[in-house]
């Protein structure tokens, strides 16, 4: 699921993270930095129990 596309930084800095919480409901998180949506989408899990599973950058955008 993980998408980036080309742009300039100020792209990157448009990612959201896709977010499962524990009742099973999935969404897209708010904008996020490129560093942090590319450091947790790989099952990180969050306070509440929500995992992060996928990113996307510039084509959140587009």
Known sequence: ??????????????????V??????????VYVSYAQ??????NFEYNDGSVATGYCCKSCVD
């Open 37 to 42: 949506a590319s450091s947790q989408w790989n």
């Open 1 to 18: 699921m993980k998408t980036v596309m080309g742009g300039s930084q100020a792209d990157y800095d448009k990612c959201r993270l896709f």
């Open 20 to 29: 499962r919480r524990p009742d099973g409901i999935s969404y897209w998180s």
